[in-house]
């Protein structure tokens, strides 16, 4: 009978082990400063490399990257849809780009 103990025992110590370790690692590559940070110059997504690029084309887009950089999205998201009307060749359409379309 003591057997069992023992392997309930050995088991619970290894899930508590794999719980810790997976809890640890998961926090360590969420850090902040490990090259998932998007203002690092590394690595950009979102509204900041859109803009980017739509300087890079000449637009001028300056209020628009104020008010993401003041995190006023709501006047971001209404000066980008003026600009969207005013420059309708300057983005590509929506459901067009990267992730659309076939696989394989």
Request: glycine share 12%; with cysteine.
């Amino acid at each position: 009978m003591k057997t069992p103990r023992i392997y309930f025992g050995a088991l619970a110590v290894f899930c508590i082990f794999a719980l810790v370790l997976g809890t640890a690692s998961s926090a360590a590559m969420t850090q902040k400063g490990t090259g998932n940070d998007t203002r690092n110059g590394a690595i950009q997504f979102g509204p900041e490399k859109m803009l980017d690029n739509l300087t890079a084309q000449g637009y001028d887009v300056s209020a628009i990257r104020e008010a993401v950089t003041t995190e006023n999205y709501e006047t971001a998201h209404i000066l980008m849809q003026e600009f969207r009307a005013a420059h309708p060749d300057a983005l590509p359409a929506r459901g067009e780009g990267s992730g659309k379309g076939h696989i394989g």
